[in-house]
């Protein structure tokens, strides 16, 4: 349990202080760019992923291997991705319903989403790093502690929902990191995670950038009988696919 508090209280440390430590060095060489500026906020997010990654695999607190890959786990793959297009609705649903929480974020995600170079950061980095550090370092430390699977599990995805530091993303990571917690408990490898988390992630950038991040199923949807069709249809999609990949998970020999 220490452990997996260290490498939390690292993240969040790197998150919050690489970005003032670049405005410094900019500063150093009389470079004046504002920190709300969107290339500027996708660099800081960009570097500081880059820093957790560095850092998590040369203290060896996470590790990566190729025997997983090596396995040919297609369809986990497959069924990931399926998994992670059906959970959209349905939890964005969910958190509709739930009392209106506080978007204390909502502009700076505004502006490096709506940046072509904010995918880099957002769907294609994050997934990457996020995994190694709650899955790979976070969760495996926390499997350690208890023999209890599942408690280490939510565990994990409360440390994953804390760390977005905004309670309107904290219900649906809370329920994201359960699921991502699951993956890589079965296969011990952060590859199926990391494939859930890319399309979740990639999905929601398209979204925003074609709706805006303010739209409410309702307002795509037309009406409540709509959304409810639209989640039956994805529960039609969620469900086979966690029992498609309850079927298949298994560690690489």
């Not at 060896?60 to 986990?76: L, N, Q, T």
């Not at 993303?169 to 359960?178: D, E, N, V, W």
């Given at each position: 349990m220490k452990k997996a508090i260290i490498y939390t209280l690292v993240f969040v440390a790197i998150q919050a202080l690489l970005p003032f430590l670049i405005q410094e060095i900019l500063g150093l060489f009389k470079v004046s760019v504002s920190p709300t500026d969107a290339k500027m906020m996708i660099i800081n997010l960009t570097a500081a992923s880059v820093a957790v990654i560095i850092l998590f695999l040369y203290l060896?607190?996470?590790?990566?291997?190729?025997?997983?890959?090596?396995?040919?786990?297609?369809?986990?793959f497959f069924w990931c991705g399926l998994a992670a297009l059906g959970a959209i609705i349905p939890s964005t649903t969910l958190q509709e319903v739930m009392p209106e929480l506080p978007n204390i974020v909502e502009q700076e995600f505004d502006v490096i989403l709506r940046d072509r170079w904010g995918y880099f950061a957002v769907g294609l980095l994050a997934p990457l790093c996020e995994e190694l550090v709650f899955r790979g370092a976070i969760l495996r430390a926390l499997l350690r502690w208890t023999p209890r699977h599942w408690v280490a599990i939510t565990i994990s995805a409360l440390l994953f929902a804390l760390i977005h530091a905004n309670p309107?993303?904290?219900?649906?990571?809370?329920?994201?990191?359960?699921?991502?917690?699951?993956?890589?408990?079965?296969?011990?490898?952060?590859?199926?995670?990391?494939?859930?988390?890319?399309?979740?992630?990639?999905?929601?950038?398209v979204l925003y950038n074609l709706y805006?991040?303010?739209?409410?199923?309702?307002?795509?949807?037309?009406?409540?009988?709509?959304?409810?069709?639209?989640?039956?249809?994805?529960?039609l999609i969620l469900l086979p696919a966690l029992y498609q990949l309850h079927l298949r998970l298994r560690k690489a020999s």
């Open positions: 060896r607190w996470a590790e990566v291997s190729p025997s997983y890959i090596r396995s040919r786990p297609w369809d986990v309107a993303q904290m219900p649906h990571a809370f329920l994201i990191g359960l699921l991502l917690g699951w993956l890589y408990y079965r296969t011990d490898s952060i590859v199926p995670g990391m494939v859930y988390h890319w399309v979740n992630n990639s999905v929601a950038y805006g991040g303010d739209i409410r199923l309702i307002d795509m949807f037309g009406s409540h009988r709509s959304i409810a069709m639209a989640c039956f249809f994805s529960l």
